[in-house]
């Protein structure tokens, strides 16, 4: 990667242009109408006339300080506006780089609202049609989709920016092309997405696999940098063809293995790469769900990589551990519950037969209130098969779900 500082190296090719841009003044000013020059077999004259005609300067330089002068000159010239290049190179990185990052970012938060990755664009649209910009299917696996290609469980076309929404200019890079959008089919389907499912190859200069495991990446977002080789124009036109032999060729290709290096040349030769590539993995996420959670789905089947949690049927969860609950109302019998929930443990009845103690149905009068016997004080429908009584709370029923 670049290390220079682009600041220092603007401002060094600044001051550099100033002072090659004072000496070529100072040097067309003693040439200019101001001034008459003349030569003579070693020497370059230069004076000015007073309103007599006399010469008011004669001096002169030598040739060889003349040819020191637009020298020294050239090569103040040649520095700045070397670094201004690589200033105005660094810039366009810069700026392409942020764009690949706020397409993550972008792309990062459709994924959390909508349970799965966006499908790619076409990259063949013009800007300014309905197509621009959006992801030709919300169904990535099936079909072909014209603008975009399928390839070994990838769809590789443009990037969605009007899907997720972002300004269009987040479609191209800073030198006017289309950035790639790479992603797993599977993960951009509905239902499918599962973060262990990733089907793209990401390698560096080496062919070494540069995401663990190999072959694991969720998508890619590739810039194809100056030369712009196999990329669409803005204008959704094929650029320049994929070349056949350079390291950057391997993400223009065609096929589901990009190259993500930092290694950058510009050679043009086998080892040439100017590509700015970002790649998703699941180790990437720091999220991925541990083996053994449970999480409520509203789906008829649990998705792949999970199995449904059948001691969930039909039951409210309880948070596991030591419960205590105390009621002191002041003045009256105060009381304390304490339940312990095991890990797994199950109980409690979603309807309940109610008997004559708990609920208080009858009584016997005590002694000295002129009353003896029992005392029916409510009405039960049989004294052995009381009624069953709902005494759940509002639900909602959802399919629960453990990992595997
Ligand atoms: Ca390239
Ligand atoms: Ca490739």
Known sequence: MFTENSQAIFISA???????GFLLFYLLSAISARFRISMDSKWLHWWR?????RRRTDRGFTLIE???????????????????????????????EHRLAAVDEAIQQFLSLNGRLPCAAPLTEPPDTAAFGREVTD?????SFPGTQSTGGVRIGAVPVRTI???????????GNRLTYAVTEILASPNTYDPDMGAISVEDSNGNSAITPAGSAHYVLVSHGVDGNGAYTVQGVQGPTCPGATLDAENCNGNNTFRRSGLRSDTGDAAHFDDLVTARAVSAFGEAMPPGAVMAFNLVACPPGWVEFTPAVGRFIAGAGDYTESYNPGGRPAWSFSQTYALGDTGGYATWRVDDAELGLSFTAPEGTGFSGSYEIAHRPSATDPLPMENRPPYIALLYCQKT
Request: some cysteine; overall charge negative.
């Open 14 to 20: 600044f001051l550099a242009g100033l002072v090659a």
């Open 66 to 96: 003349v040819a020191l002068v637009v020298l020294i000159g050239g090569i103040l010239l040649g520095a700045a506006s070397s670094g201004l290049l690589i200033y105005v190179k660094q810039t366009a990185i810069k700026t392409t």
């Open 165 to 175: 929404n972002l300004p269009d200019d987040y479609a191209i890079d800073a030198w």
């Open 49 to 53: 006339e007073d309103g007599r005609g």
């Open 139 to 143: 169904q990535c696996d099936t079909g």
